[in-house]
């Protein structure tokens, strides 16, 4: 099985003067999980030294080329990424994502040595429409290449109704998207059990020991709740503790 993972989303969020709260995160650790932070492009390069691991929220297909404005996945590791998101629905809904493109980003970034948190989730209507779990099955299929495994690829579960809302599913309605998240991995890949699945939507230090009580949650994708370390450092304890 996968450490466990506690990942924070910065999003369009950060200037270097706010890097001060990786370095507090820093100082307060002691927990025996993993901890990522997904940091906008331009922090990346200034987090070298700080003893918890940097992604980035986004890259390109293509390894280089006439993209302007764009970061290929090399580009990322050359300045110290080891992780990139892709997928999220954020993503998927302001820039017209498709899971073949999370597919074709997700195996460049592969192909880079970055791990990938890849994004799923369903909308409001969607769940009132009792079609979960068929567009759960349509994104794993279509936005998961066969190239990944356990060591390159963890699954972020993202209800798209939950993120930045403060409304959380039930445990039961988490505990189903991630047996079922848990059981298609494991029919797909050989090594499909040791997929890490993170759960994210309005995660905070007071519900998150309730959602790391649930089967097959190894973790967290955390948005706001990721910027300062005051929120964090909560979450990672009870990860820590479940």
Not at 32 to 58: K, Y
Not at 103 to 129: F, M, P, Y
């Amino acid at each position: 099985m996968r450490r466990k993972l506690a990942a924070g989303n910065w999003k369009m969020n950060g200037l270097r003067a706010d890097l001060t709260q990786l370095a507090t995160l820093a100082e307060q650790r002691g927990y025996d999980v993993d901890v990522l932070i997904c940091l906008p492009a331009t922090l990346i390069g200034s987090c070298a030294g700080l003893p918890i691991a940097i992604g980035a929220q986004d890259c390109h297909t293509a390894t280089h080329g006439a993209h302007t404005g764009d970061i290929s996945a090399a580009m990322l590791a050359d300045v110290g990424a080891t992780h990139v998101i892709t997928g999220h629905s954020e993503r998927r809904t302001d820039h017209h994502e498709t899971d073949a493109i999370v597919a074709a980003k997700s195996r460049a970034a592969h192909d880079a040595g970055l791990i990938t948190i890849i994004c799923i989730g369903e909308t409001l209507a969607q769940r009132e429409a009792g079609t979960t779990l068929d567009v759960i099955d349509a994104q794993l299929a279509g936005s998961v290449p066969d190239c990944a495994t356990a060591d390159n690829t963890v699954i972020a579960y993202e209800p798209i109704w939950a993120i930045g809302t403060g409304k959380v599913p039930t445990t039961d309605q988490i505990a189903q998207v991630h047996a079922h998240i848990h059981a298609r991995l494991t029919a797909r890949f050989a090594d499909g059990a040791g997929f890490g699945i993170l759960y994210g939507g309005s995660v905070k230090g007071d519900n998150a020991a309730a959602i790391f009580a649930v089967p097959h949650v190894t973790g967290a994708l955390v948005g706001g709740a990721s910027l300062k370390a005051v929120d964090f450092t909560p979450i990672i304890a009870a990860l820590a503790a479940s």
